[in-house]
């Protein structure tokens, strides 16, 4: 069992940064594949970006590909993402989900936190 919570999202004017949080409970955080998914009103949840349990491994959404960074850090049981050059378009909820793989889809044995809200300002 995994429990998760996000935290760092607020309100920023277009081209800007945040930097979004998800901090995990239980001692097998690191055996999990990291997610950060996201999903705008009115529409379908949507993948972000992946990490592999090591941090060696990462993927993107095209949508977001070389904006956002994915990290994580084993030691305190925690996975980031970093948001620059942020669009309108970027306006979500964004959801951290512990995965036991890194496919870009959502899993039955997927864990999920609250949710953080991102709004970014034109």
């Known amino acids: 069992q995994v429990q998760l919570v996000e935290s760092g999202g607020g309100l920023v004017q277009a081209g800007g940064s945040l930097r979004l949080s998800c901090a995990a409970s239980g001692r097998t955080f690191s055996t999990y594949a990291m997610k950060w998914f996201r999903q705008a009103p009115g529409k379908e949840r949507e993948f972000v970006a992946a990490i592999s349990w090591s941090g060696g491994s990462t993927a993107y959404a095209d949508s977001v590909k070389g904006r956002f960074t994915i990290s994580r850090d084993n030691a305190k049981n925690t996975v980031y993402l970093q948001m620059n050059s942020l669009k309108p378009e970027d306006t979500a909820v964004y959801y951290c989900?512990?995965?036991?793989?890194?496919?870009?889809?959502?899993?039955?044995?997927?864990?999920w936190g609250q949710g953080t809200q991102v709004t970014v300002s034109s």
């Open positions: 989900a512990a995965s036991p793989t890194m496919v870009a889809t959502t899993s039955q044995y997927d864990y």
